[in-house]
């Protein structure tokens, strides 16, 4: 078949620039690349980096470019702002959609790949014939979503990123074809635990006898983050508990300045500054080395998390982990490898006294160290790939058979 690719219209593919979404679609792609399966063009911004990228001279997956910061495209933007009454995004999203149907309605495709944005349906179906599948990351399709019943009517099927979306999809109401999961993948090598994982410490300032956490992740009040320092501070008396904090507001961030939000974390760590270090916005491929060096991963998120991909990252390091129970979290995780903690008035206290069980119990944390390698094999990116691609065929056929049941009626 040939498929067309509509990216979230920020961050380029390949993912040069990282992002959760970009890198699975990374994934999704060379899986096609290895096994021929389809002929897909992507359609993204354009990012200089992406030119020498071997990705670019595969003969099943094409490439088209949106430039989105050039003069020429700052002034197509403003104007297309102007005269515009019908954006659902802010005008840069709408302008990388505007140039990608350009290209769309002089070519023919038998499905077109939405990314993260439900919002782009009315438009695309507006100049193409081609069934729509969502592939859904976030939130961002309910009963609540501006024009719900309209984008959801236009679909032949939306891929969930965990069974908590599929839900919240559903909260529209009957429609035709249901929502799939397909859980997320990563590259389990990168991530797999080295004979010297513990090199890093010493580059940080850290010693073999210290009991080392690691929060990764977008730095923002969603995350937990403020609250797990809280958890830090209660255990002050624990010298010997340390914590690393890598990333940033944003994507590229590098150093975190001109932030509120991480200046207010600082201040408040203050007290306790020489046993957390926050390393700013450290690029992809150079997480791994950082989980290496810790001890346990902490994802405390405090809103409904839909799949995070750290806590993908954390089981294939063979981490145990501290995480709450919201969105999709309880999904990602098992009985034998994580320590819930629930959200709410005690949550600061249940963070710490998880932390300070597993600080204080060496063989506890082997066994769940254990436990989430051994959950990390079910998100293998080959597996994510494989059930990505049988999942857009398995949403097409429902589609067809349910909108055949409706039209005998």
């Known amino acids: 078949m040939k498929i067309a690719i509509l990216t979230s219209g920020i961050l380029p593919v390949p993912a040069v620039q990282g992002g959760a979404v970009e890198n699975l679609i990374d994934f999704y792609l060379e899986y096609n690349d290895r096994h021929k399966l389809h002929d897909i063009t992507v359609y993204s911004v354009y990012n200089e980096h992406v030119v020498s990228r071997p990705e670019l001279r595969s003969d099943v997956n094409h490439y088209r470019f949106i430039k989105t910061r050039t003069l020429t495209a700052k002034i197509r933007r403003r104007l297309l702002h102007a005269v515009s009454r019908d954006e659902y995004y802010n005008y840069h999203i709408e302008y990388y959609l505007n140039r990608a149907i350009r290209d769309l309605r002089r070519r023919h495709y038998d499905i077109i790949i939405m990314e993260n944005r439900p919002g782009y349906a009315m438009k695309v ?4 014939n081609a069934k729509l599948i969502l592939h ?32 919240r999809v559903l909260t529209i109401g009957a429609t ?30 850290l010693s073999d ?17 403020d609250q797990l320092i809280d958890a830090m501070i209660r255990l002050r008396e624990h010298s010997r508990i340390k914590l690393i904090i890598i990333g940033s507001s944003f994507f590229g ?58 806590v993908l990252e954390a089981q294939a390091a063979g981490l145990p982990i501290i995480t709450t129970d919201r969105g999709g979290i309880p999904e990602e995780v098992g009985d034998g490898n994580a320590i819930i903690t629930p959200t709410g008035d005690g949550f600061v206290a249940g963070l710490a006294d998880a932390i300070y069980q597993l600080y ?21 990116k080959e597996r994510f790939a494989e059930d990505f691609f049988n999942a857009i065929t398995q949403s097409i056929e429902s589609n067809e058979k349910t909108a055949k049941r409706i039209k005998t009626r």
């Open 125 to 128: 179906r507006a100049n193409s």
């Open 253 to 310: 961030n590098v150093d975190n300045k001109d932030d509120d939000f991480i200046t207010q974390l600082k201040k408040k760590a203050e007290s306790i500054e020489d046993r957390i270090i926050f390393t700013g916005f450290i690029p992809y491929n150079q997480v791994p080395d950082y989980l290496h060096a810790a001890d346990a991963a902490v994802i405390p998120s405090v809103w409904d998390d839909p799949f995070p991909t750290t």
């Open 209 to 225: 006898d210290d009991f080392v956490l690691i929060f990764s992740g977008r730095i923002n009040r969603d995350k937990g983050i």
């Open 176 to 205: 035709a074809g249901n929502p799939v999961t397909v859980y997320n993948g990563i590259d389990l090598k990168t991530f797999s635990p080295v004979p010297d994982g513990k090199t890093k410490r010493s580059v940080l300032g």
């Open 360 to 380: 204080r119990n060496v063989d506890l944390r082997k066994r769940m160290g254990e436990a989430s390698l051994k959950r990390s094999s079910l998100f293998a």
């Open 136 to 167: 859904l990351h976030n939130d961002l399709l309910n009963d609540t979503t501006r024009q719900c019943e309209d984008i959801r009517n236009t679909l032949s099927g939306v891929i969930c990123v965990s069974d908590y979306i599929a839900k």
